[in-house]
């Protein structure tokens, strides 16, 4: 198993995630415990892109209703339970679709964990058909996510969606 994630940090951000993605397969190879396989993501994004925050909220059934509830992340205390269809992550939950962020001022029912958070992206993790986790990144600039980190997230969240 690699436990060190090596990248040069002249690459662009697509050579980054291209050279990350072998690095973290080899990472999570073996291992199927979901909590140190997204801890483990997290860190290694966090290591590679310097995300201002990246977490994973996973669908929890409290009392008979489900709501997101934090889970491993790195980066600034967060959040912690997050209704469907509220905010960034619970409409990305609802509409079972990824979203890119610009500008979270103008997101309606944006919920602001952390006041310097600027732009955001958030990846749902989806098991046969149904949202059981999202990953949400946030940066302290503007328009900071593209269709390149939407690409990768996305195949990232698909390497454990069948460990949720
Ligand atoms: N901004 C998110 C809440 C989670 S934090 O950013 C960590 C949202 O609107 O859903």
Known sequence: MAEEIIINKKLTKREKYEALMPQLLSLLEGENDIIANTANITAALKEVFDFFWIGFYFVRSTGGKEELVLGPFQGPVACVRIPKGKGVCGTAWDKKQSIIVEDVDKFPGHIACNSLSRSEIVIPVIKDNI??????????????????????????????????
């Open 131 to 164: 949202v059981v986790a999202v990953l949400d990144v946030d940066s302290e600039k503007l328009a900071d996510f593209d269709v390149v980190d939407e690409e990768y997230l996305n195949r990232i969240t698909g390497l454990i969606s069948s460990m949720v």
